[in-house]
């Protein structure tokens, strides 16, 4: 492949990194919302991730035997009908005010995110120079940053200034409170209409457009099934070290407005404007990390980015006031390589079992779905918040080890030889 034949599919790819990052930082504004909208607890509210990241669960390997049997064009665009499907469901989902409606919309748009996620990222990776296939990942992802700035900010303005005041709801009867509150869900049904149709035309252009295959190198023997492929003990731990990074990142963006709330007494919006903030240091993290990878090994920074993370969290817990937002700012930024770093070390020299171990990687995304539910208990019971943060400090300690040592490519001396198209 030449850079000429290459250059405007990986535009096209990393148009839909940007796609589903906004849609996953939209999470974060409907979980205060639906809270308010359906006098929920803080674990009850998780259930918004809950849906998404099972889909991530049951859907990754699907998408992977649609990814072998069809094609990498036929995966993206059947993700992207899913995830407007998805999209449109919250009209219904806001008419019929049912919270379960809105779970099941939100696992429908998770399961065209799986597929599309399956497909993008080693497309993305696969796309060039294999020796920088771990930096071309990072700049895809980089622009999955940049949807994480924006999507806040924008969602917060959409959805949550539409809503009453403590005080306004405080002089309405029990049963006008109820039926306020359940109007507000009514304030979604824009911004996701604008989103599944703009889903629905990229769907189209992809249809029209033509990708370059990706080619198996002389020797690719095809995976004989999702076991083989974990044979190799790096994509293992991949699996492993995805599984707490997802649910350290679902933890620090999607509770953030409501640690915000509590250890800082922000108010819902200014919340959102610094989730916001949160999102542009993780976009400006992809792209720093993307450049220091010229110089320094992807697992050596990745190691490092934890460890700060690590220190980071003790001070989630434990401060008190702005300092905790600027701290959850910096585990932001630091956050911003692991994911495409995680991902791409994972997959090294797999060759014939390169699609299972995508599926396996996303499949590990069901992370954050688990976590942030234990980070919900922890707050719960605790009736502290910052308490949650103990969840990410576990989960960094995991990916740091795989920066460290569990990213050596390495295969049980039982299996035959198998490794990667990239």
């Not at 035997?65 to 995966?75: A, D, E, R, S």
């Not at 080693?122 to 895809?140: E, H, I, M, W």
């Amino acid at each position: 492949m030449t850079k000429n034949t290459t250059l405007f599919p990986f535009i096209l790819i990393t148009s839909l990194f940007f796609l589903w990052g906004f849609a996953h930082n939209l999470d974060p504004i409907l979980i205060p919302h639906l809270k308010k909208s359906f006098t929920l607890t803080t674990v009850e509210a998780t259930l918004v991730d809950s849906a998404v990241f099972i889909a991530y669960f049951l859907m990754a390997l699907p998408a992977g035997i649609i990814m072998k049997k069809y094609g990498y064009k036929t995966g993206i665009i059947t993700g992207l009908l899913f995830f407007a499907l998805g999209s449109y469901l919250f009209i219904p989902a806001a008419n019929t005010q049912q919270y379960v409606f809105f779970l099941v919309a939100l696992f429908i748009i998770a399961c065209g995110l799986t597929i599309l996620e399956t497909a993008a990222n080693p497309y993305a990776s696969s796309l060039g120079d294999p020796a920088t296939s771990t930096q071309r990942l990072n700049f895809a992802q980089s622009f999955n940053g940049l949807a994480t700035t924006l999507a806040p900010v924008i969602g917060a303005r959409i959805i949550l200034t539409k809503g009453y005041t403590p005080a306004q709801l405080s002089v309405m009867t029990e049963e006008g409170r109820k039926l306020a509150l359940a109007a507000e869900a009514s304030s979604v049904k824009t911004p996701y209409f604008i989103l599944g149709s703009v889903l629905v035309f990229i769907a189209i252009l992809f249809a029209f457009t033509r990708l370059p295959k990706i080619l198996h190198h002389e020797g690719h023997a095809a995976s004989k099934n999702i076991f083989h492929a974990l044979k190799h003990r790096h994509l293992a731990w991949g699996v492993t070290a995805q599984f707490f990074y997802v649910g350290a990142q679902v933890c620090v963006f999607s509770l953030f407005i409501l640690y915000a709330t509590k250890s800082a007494g922000l108010t819902e919006v200014k919340a959102a404007d610094y989730l916001g903030a949160c999102g542009f240091a993780f976009l400006i993290g992809r792209f720093i990390g993307t450049f220091l990878m010229q110089y320094y090994r992807s697992a050596g920074l990745l190691t490092i980015y934890a460890g700060i993370n690590i220190f980071l969290c003790v001070i989630a817990i434990l401060g008190h006031g702005m300092i905790t937002i600027y701290t959850v700012i910096g585990i932001c930024f630091f956050m911003s390589i692991m994911f495409p770093t995680i991902f791409a070390l994972g997959i090294k020299e797999l060759k014939g079992d390169t699609e299972f171990g995508s599926s396996l990687i996303i499949m590990s995304i069901v992370g954050g779905a688990v976590l942030p539910r234990v980070f919900g208990y922890i707050s719960d019971i605790t009736g502290n918040i910052q308490y949650g943060y103990v969840v990410p400090l576990l989960c960094f300690t995991v990916v740091a080890f795989f920066g460290f040592k569990g990213y050596h490519v390495k295969v049980k001396p039982e299996s035959l030889p198998v490794s990667t198209i990239l």
